[in-house]
């Protein structure tokens, strides 16, 4: 993905902040702990926070947490849901923090929009020696048949490279972390943690147009890959009657500053 198009995609999600607060998922809480144990301390910058997804998890783990958003409307349902959190504008490039001021900085589903070579050296700058980087991933497990079956019927507009098991430890190895001439970063560790979402096949199908392939389309070729979607799903056995578990894991990418 080019700049052009990366800052397409990256710029879609304020358009559907209210659906995107209503029907993300938010983050396994052992894969939030597994970064923040190697952090140094407990002062915690969720950058690229949108609607406060991960830092709900992160204020639930006792974290001193403040967050960083660029688009406006995600903000403002962060700040609905979450009014006692610091909640600043600004950006992975531009982090309105003085430096050393954080002992963790965590992306949720954020990290692969960043320009690292600019935001590399402001991640490095906010960050206490010693402090983690950790960037993590809400990724379906496509081990379980139907779940890889909607991967196919979706395409990549709806379930895109890093959305899925099979594809995201390869997506996210080595692409997303600080080139920084000031600071060095340690070697990078991934694990994953067992994760789920309750879904209808309705919420499921409203989950999956909050994807941004899916809000920069086309509306006649958005309608017609939802509606392809909606129809899998209604003759699949998993999906079809009611409430199901929607298979997941939360990938982690974590690095210490050293």
Do not use: C
Not at 112 to 126: K, L
Not at 210 to 238: D, W, Y
Request: net charge negative; aromatic share 6%.
């Amino acid at each position: 993905m080019d700049h052009d198009e990366r800052l397409l995609h990256s710029s879609s999600f304020g358009a559907a902040a209210a659906a995107y607060a209503e029907h993300r998922p938010d983050y396994a809480q052992a894969a939030v702990r597994w970064v923040l144990e190697a952090a140094p301390g407990s002062r915690v910058l969720d950058l690229g926070a949108g609607t406060g997804k991960l830092t709900a998890t992160l204020v639930a783990s006792g974290a001193e947490v403040v967050a960083v958003e660029p688009d406006p409307a995600m903000l403002s349902e962060l700040r609905r849901a979450l009014p006692t959190v610091r909640a600043l504008p600004g950006s992975a490039e531009v982090i309105p923090l003085p430096d050393a001021s954080v002992d963790a900085v965590l992306a949720g589903n954020a990290m692969h929009w960043f320009d690292m070579a600019v935001a590399g050296p402001e991640i490095a700058r906010v960050l206490a020696p010693g402090g983690v980087l950790g960037g993590l991933w809400n990724v379906i497990d496509d081990r379980v048949g139907w779940a890889a079956e909607l991967e196919r019927v979706g395409g990549s507009a709806a379930v895109g490279p890093r959305d899925t098991l099979g594809n995201w430890r390869t997506a996210t190895s080595d692409l997303h972390l600080p080139d920084t001439g000031a600071a060095r970063f340690g070697w990078p560790e991934q694990a994953e943690f067992p994760h789920g979402q309750r879904r209808t096949a309705d919420s499921l199908v409203a989950t999956l147009a909050t994807r941004a392939g899916m809000l920069v389309m086309p509306p006649q070729e958005r309608e017609a890959t939802l509606g392809r979607i909606r129809a899998f799903l209604a003759s699949s056995p998993e999906t079809a009657h009611g409430g199901f578990t929607l298979p997941m894991l939360t990938g982690v990418l974590r690095v210490r500053r050293l």
